[in-house]
């Protein structure tokens, strides 16, 4: 498959991550020295049996569940040193982050394209051109028609799309997706990770997908696994 | 894009449903500082109205309208000799209740010193001032009375001959103007079976004195006329207005009648500060606190309406954190919200107000000033109950998301 990206600077860089929730009697370690590069342009699935620690990892990656130990580097910048922040994180992931989960989580009382804006608005872009980059992103996803359509009056799989083009509003560096695919059947599951792939390598952005679906492994570049908190091989990264 | 605006659209019903109730809470606050504004206007309506530099009344009394004052009529005489005055009048002021059409009529009986005063200093919207000295009234509208309507009190029938609006007493009863001879008929009919019987009491009193014994005329003069014996007549007046020339100095007027040991001297502004401070100063407490208690109640309602609507879209703000907005994007969702549930709730009062207050019984006048003072305290309150939601919101953790 073909990386697109020019920059040679990885997306994510993460090293010895460990998470440990509670301590003493009630300690549980969810994840485990963990490093791992993901490359700019790269769709990479995460794979794993519940409680491996995947959901733990990306958020972590993300930004929004810091880790205990280890450090993390997103395009070449230092963000988290332990659980210390070295970066305002909130704007850090408001530039360069998307996200996707297994609900779309749209806002109920925004229709789809004001789902869409309202992240590229955020990031301080004027009302106008984030709706026109919104409709633009939407036409993208092959939801166009429905942009004036509340949450509610869309199917999953067009919730999903939504999500996704809300997740790529700001072109973000990264994209972290928490089992995306889980609520939609085996032909929209598809066809949201072959979306992935197409974002990846049309836009450069990383994607990095916590994800059951085998069916679709083809799909990604690469396939790490993870079981009782570490990656698999000693958190060696591995070619499926 | 406004969030706030959004979210209201999406749950129209919800909003529109508090706004309404916070409205009629409010509309009540307003109508309580209405009510008491209205106490003040009518306490203080006749003291304006009437027109009277000085009030001279009872000595060591607070009269005529805090409390009763008895002041021989012919005092009016004593007072125009004063140097400095121009005029002056006697007053009158009482208030009744009797029965007309098989109605209640509560009215305030005022006095018209007959002949300087024919009510042409009051206020007419209908017929005109009074014209003879007896059987005239001039009646507010309040009390029901049309032009030409003839009303029973005591032994005499009089006429509406002119109707004013407005014009009500400290109680907020309609006022009635008589000349103050027919006022204090009215104020001191007796019926022809009280008076026979106390003639006859006055008789036996006087049986047992020896002053009744040996003087025999005195047993004709008492089961005379009460007001042919001037020891035992009834009060006369409440009180005499005096007007001052031009030029003369108040201050040397009242100075010299109040060293007249029988009566005491008030100024115009005297005489309402009397009012004020004894009438209405409880009711004002009273209204005030009832205020308190509603902008109390208000701000809880707000609070626990904003906190329920943040409650419900706590999901949408991990969601906005997640995205990366700002503690101001959220903040603003929510302030805006109770901003304008307080906003829209006050509009409402005020439009409701205007159908409402006018069918209350008693005066209610919105001024300006308290209008922007209760506009304040909404926008307090909206701040402070929108503080509540504000917490919740900023202590939700981004990943929340995920649960």
Known sequence: MTNVATDKTPAIEAFSLTKVYGSGNTEVVAMKDVSLTVARGEVVALLGPSGAGKSTLLTAIGLINPPTAGRIVIGGQPVMEADRALVDLRAFRRQHLGFIFQKANLIPFLNAVENVQVAMEINDMAPRAARQRALELLDYLGVADRANNLPDALSGGQQQRVAVARALANQPSLILADEPTAALDSHRGRQVMELFRKVAHERGSAVMVVTHDHRSLDVFDRTLEMEDGQLKNGSKESKP | ?403
Not at chain 2, 46 to 54: H, K
Not at chain 2, 187 to 196: I, K
């Open chain 2, 1 to 403: 894009m406004n969030l706030a605006v959004r979210d209201i659209r999406h749950n129209l019903a919800r909003f529109a449903l508090t706004t309404v109730g916070i409205g009629l809470l409010l509309m009540i606050v307003m109508g309580m500082g209405g009510i008491y504004r209205g106490l003040i206007h009518e306490a203080t309506l006749l003291v304006d109205q009437v027109g009277a530099d000085l009030w001279v009344v009872q000595g060591s009394t607070r009269g005529p309208f805090a409390e009763v004052s008895r002041i021989p009529a012919k005092l009016e005489d004593r007072v125009r000799a004063v140097p400095g005055v121009a005029g002056a009048r006697r007053f009158v002021s009482h208030t009744i209740q009797r029965e007309h059409r098989g109605q209640p009529l509560r009215m305030v009986v005022q006095g018209l010193s007959w002949p300087e005063d024919k009510g042409d200093w009051v206020p007419l919207i209908a017929g005109r001032a009074l014209r003879q000295a007896h059987y005239e009234l001039i009646a507010d509208r309040l009390l029901g009375l049309p032009l030409g309507e003839k009303v029973r009190l005591g032994k005499d029938v009089y006429e509406v001959v002119g109707l004013t609006r407005g014009m009500v007493g400290s109680g907020g009863d309609g006022l009635a103007f008589f000349t103050v001879s027919d006022a204090m008929a009215v104020q001191f009919d007796v019926p022809g079976e009280a008076t026979r019987l106390e003639r006859a009491s006055r008789l036996a009193r006087l049986g047992h004195l020896d002053l009744g014994r040996v003087t025999p005329l005195l047993s004709e003069r008492v089961v005379g006329s009460a007001s042919e014996l001037p020891a035992l007549g009834p009060p006369q007046v409440s009180a005499v207005l005096v007007t001052l020339q031009d030029g003369a100095d108040q201050a040397r007027v009242a100075a010299t009648l109040g060293t007249w040991p029988d009566v005491t001297v008030y100024s115009t502004q005297e005489q309402k500060d009397l009012l004020l401070s004894g009438m209405v100063d409880k009711a004002k407490r009273q209204l005030g606190l009832f205020r308190v208690l509603l902008i109390i109640i208000s701000t809880i309602i707000m609070a626990l309406i904003i906190y329920t609507l943040t409650l419900d879209k706590i999901h949408d703000v991990a969601m906005l954190k997640l995205m990366g907005a700002r503690n101001t994007v959220i903040v603003g969702l929510i302030l805006q919200q109770a901003l304008l549930i307080g906003a829209l709730g006050y509009g409402l009062a005020y439009w409701l107000g205007t159908f409402a207050f006018p069918k209350f019984p008693r005066l209610v006048v919105i001024e300006t000033p308290d209008l922007l003072s209760l506009g304040a305290i909404v926008l307090g309150i909206s701040v402070l109950s929108s503080l509540l939601g504000i917490w919740k919101a900023m202590s939700v953790e981004p990943n929340k998301v995920l649960s």
